[in-house]
């Protein structure tokens, strides 16, 4: 079982916080388009802040290399908003210049660290043990009473700060971590019959093991495709221009009654109107739906139909709904469809994982190095 914040008394306690705020950036002015993650991270820290907990945060964003890798300050000003109070921030992770502001952190406040990607260990993939040998858990770990990883959407990555930290200090999933997991379990494992799970997206690679692997564990009991994974299988029934992936024709061998696809595009851009007349009865027959990726190119008002007829459907729909994926999340988000679903992932990665009911590095140290 996982360890949560329900297993160690934080009252008065130093605490550190890995958390996945990891946000889309507006690509001119690098300022954070959208909040949601950071959103889903407060409760956690709130509980912290109310048990007069010192809370140090460690996040990353975007990677080395990458044009939205950027440092944290923004980020921190969001959380204030949100806190609806001042948060402290420092740009550094384990430097002299983090290493004073940590040690005047006061009972009740919170200080979040600059970009922990900043530091070469924090992306080798290693193992929690390996992790703890490294500098930034050497440094920061005896400022620490307790460890608390809610970084969900990144619990799929063997980083330093994400696992380091579990051998060391007695270690708990974060309030949003817990939720995650319990509604993924619950979709696998008790979620109503007949199950509906939707892919689409810009991307085809991954959706497709995650596709075969629902119908071979039975956990699915029908699959319906839009956006590139739709292409993918309409190009293996000759449909559709462009090469032809093995995995597909094998799956399309096996379950193809399983399958639902659309029956003409826009383009290839969008599902047609008779498509989303056959999705949205699809939706109206399932107990259970999962969605992740829009059925088009949600982003060009000409080609975001599909996409907002079927949220909307399965928002409007009685059954168990859940989605991921950041794209999905931020449709739906647009629509204003959250309160409408039964819950929306912050994972991408992550969640794929689960799905593929494959146990997370993160989840899987916090397991193993649970204190009695
Ligand atoms: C994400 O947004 O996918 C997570 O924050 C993990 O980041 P990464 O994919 O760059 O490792
Ligand atoms: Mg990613």
């Not at 964003?61 to 950027?70: E, I, N, V, Y």
């Not at 319990?182 to 696998?188: A, Q």
């Amino acid at each position: 079982m996982l360890p949560t914040m329900d297993d160690f008394d934080f009252t008065g306690k130093s605490v550190i916080v890995r958390v996945d705020i990891n946000s889309p950036l507006e690509p001119d002015t690098l300022r954070i388009m959208d909040n949601w993650r950071i959103k889903k991270i407060i409760p956690t820290l709130k509980e912290l802040k109310e048990k007069n907990a010192r809370v140090i945060v460690l996040a990353h964003q975007g990677r080395p290399g990458k044009w939205d890798f950027t440092s944290l300050e923004q980020h921190a000003e969001e959380i204030s908003k949100l806190m609806g109070e001042e948060i402290k921030y420092v740009d550094d992770v384990y430097g002299e210049k983090a290493i004073n502001e940590i040690e005047k952190l006061e009972k009740g406040e919170i200080l979040l660290l600059d970009n922990v990607r900043k530091c070469s260990e924090e992306m080798e993939k290693k193992s929690a043990e390996e992790h703890a040998r490294a500098e930034m858990i050497q440094k920061l770990a005896k400022y620490g009473d307790a460890f608390v990883n809610d970084a969900f959407a990144a619990a799929h990555r063997k980083h330093c700060s994400l696992l380091g930290f579990i051998p060391v200090l007695p270690s708990f999933a974060g309030r949003l971590m817990q939720k995650e997991v319990e509604m993924v379990e619950k979709l696998l494992e008790e979620a109503e019959r007949p199950r509906l799970f939707i892919f689409g997206g810009g991307k085809y690679e991954n959706a497709i093991d995650v596709i075969e692997k629902l119908l071979k564990d039975g956990k699915a009991d029908k699959i319906m495709l839009g956006g590139m994974p739709a292409n993918a299988f309409l190009a293996a029934e000759g449909k559709y221009e462009m090469e032809v992936d093995e995995r597909v024709k094998r799956i399309l061998d096996k379950y193809r009654e399983k399958l639902v696809l659309p029956v003409g595009t826009i383009d290839g851009k969008d599902i047609d109107e008779e498509s989303i007349k056959i999705f949205k009865d699809e939706i109206s027959n399932a107990a259970s739906i999962f969605i992740s990726g829009p059925m088009g190119v949600f982003e060009e008002e000409k080609y975001s139909r599909g996409t907002k007829e079927v949220l909307k459907a399965i928002a409007s729909s009685k059954a168990f709904s859940m989605a991921g994926g950041g794209h999905t999340a931020a449709a739906i988000n647009k629509l204003g469809l959250e309160e409408k679903f039964s819950y929306v992932s912050t994972g991408g990665g992550s969640l794929e994982r689960m799905l593929m009911g494959e146990r997370l590095p993160v989840i899987e140290a916090l397991i193993k190095f649970k204190r009695n």
